[in-house]
């Protein structure tokens, strides 16, 4: 976890208490750049760590690849420092064999931030990628109380947050069975669904059909063209999601809940994916027999 995190000499200070100097972990952030075939593609911010699935779920987010076997391999390049060191923070992917490099127009004019997916994108038109996984048809229905546990289970798994409260996660749930696949952390929220995406490109599991994608933040433009990029039917978000979200969930087909906290939800597209609960089951039947 050492280029995870960084101990830094900090100031604590409680009003009208106390005030102590001590260290404190803070999360990481560096450039990674990305390169395809060594061809320079982008530059993003985050967190060191998972940085293959970075790529690789990039890669899929931008349209580059759709499944595994597109991906061959990646390596980290020396030569970053004058004195030739390598710093690892340059990866150069390999595509499989008869996979188109990137379109030149894909090259970022500047570099991505942690907090900004879409920054250098070339034009408005770039930015709604098409999907080869659509998710209109995908069968996927879930029992609210099962969605209700996963922000707990995404936080208790949240190992460096908890050294640092300065990441954002993603994590990967079967929408049958409840199993979290995988989970990732990264300053960028955006990072952290492409080291999702990118960890499911390495054990070739796209589409990602039936799964269900849970963030710590807001469910933003951004990650839900990740998710439908994925084949990932439900987005769900501990905060709110965008307008311009909810208006690409609807046209893609994905399902998006918001404020999925406790045993409370707000579900803004695709509703039928999520079940009645219980209790609302049984009034209206009982409603029903009354009527009658």
């Given at each position: 976890m050492s280029r995870i995190t960084a101990r830094k000499r900090v100031t604590r200070i409680t009003v009208a208490t106390s005030r102590s100097v001590r260290e404190d972990f803070l999360a990481v952030e560096e450039p990674l750049e990305i390169r395809v075939g060594g061809s320079a593609l982008a530059i993003t911010m985050r967190t060191p760590g998972n940085d293959v699935d970075l790529a690789a779920g990039f890669l899929v987010s931008e349209g580059v690849i759709a499944r595994g076997e597109e991906f061959l391999a990646a390596r980290y390049c020396a030569g970053a420092t004058e004195e030739g060191l390598n710093t690892y923070?340059?990866?150069?992917?390999?595509?499989?064999?008869?996979?188109?490099a990137p379109d030149p127009s894909l090259e970022r004019s500047f570099y991505t931030t942690s907090s900004c997916g879409l920054c250098g994108k070339a034009s408005i038109d770039a930015v709604r990628t098409q999907s080869q996984h659509a998710v209109h048809h995908d069968?996927?229905?879930?029992?609210?109380?099962?969605?209700?546990?996963?922000?707990?289970?995404?936080?208790?798994?949240?190992?460096?947050?908890?050294?640092?409260?300065?990441?954002?996660?993603?994590?990967?749930?079967?929408?049958?069975?409840?199993?979290?696949l995988v989970l990732r952390e990264d300053v960028g929220r955006h990072n952290a669904v492409d080291k999702v995406v990118g960890w499911a490109v390495k054990e070739d599991r796209l589409p990602l059909s039936g799964t269900v994608l849970m963030v710590s933040g807001r469910a933003s433009f951004e990650l839900t063209q990740k998710a439908s990029m994925a084949g990932i039917p439900v987005l769900a978000a501990v905060s709110a999601p965008s307008s311009l979200a909810v208006d690409l969930a609807k046209e893609v087909g994905v399902t998006i809940v918001g404020f999925l906290r406790g045993q409370s939800m707000v579900v803004y597209s695709r509703p039928e994916r999520i079940t009645e609960p219980a209790a609302t089951t049984a009034t209206t039947s009982r409603e029903t027999v009354d009527a009658r």
């Amino acid at each position: 976890m050492s280029r995870i995190t960084a101990r830094k000499r900090v100031t604590r200070i409680t009003v009208a208490t106390s005030r102590s100097v001590r260290e404190d972990f803070l999360a990481v952030e560096e450039p990674l750049e990305i390169r395809v075939g060594g061809s320079a593609l982008a530059i993003t911010m985050r967190t060191p760590g998972n940085d293959v699935d970075l790529a690789a779920g990039f890669l899929v987010s931008e349209g580059v690849i759709a499944r595994g076997e597109e991906f061959l391999a990646a390596r980290y390049c020396a030569g970053a420092t004058e004195e030739g060191l390598n710093t690892y923070n340059v990866l150069d992917v390999t595509l499989a064999p008869g996979v188109a490099a990137p379109d030149p127009s894909l090259e970022r004019s500047f570099y991505t931030t942690s907090s900004c997916g879409l920054c250098g994108k070339a034009s408005i038109d770039a930015v709604r990628t098409q999907s080869q996984h659509a998710v209109h048809h995908d069968d996927l229905v879930l029992d609210p109380a099962l969605l209700a546990t996963f922000p707990d289970e995404l936080r208790d798994a949240q190992a460096v947050f908890e050294k640092t409260g300065g990441l954002h996660a993603a994590a990967l749930f079967d929408g049958h069975t409840g199993e979290m696949l995988v989970l990732r952390e990264d300053v960028g929220r955006h990072n952290a669904v492409d080291k999702v995406v990118g960890w499911a490109v390495k054990e070739d599991r796209l589409p990602l059909s039936g799964t269900v994608l849970m963030v710590s933040g807001r469910a933003s433009f951004e990650l839900t063209q990740k998710a439908s990029m994925a084949g990932i039917p439900v987005l769900a978000a501990v905060s709110a999601p965008s307008s311009l979200a909810v208006d690409l969930a609807k046209e893609v087909g994905v399902t998006i809940v918001g404020f999925l906290r406790g045993q409370s939800m707000v579900v803004y597209s695709r509703p039928e994916r999520i079940t009645e609960p219980a209790a609302t089951t049984a009034t209206t039947s009982r409603e029903t027999v009354d009527a009658r």
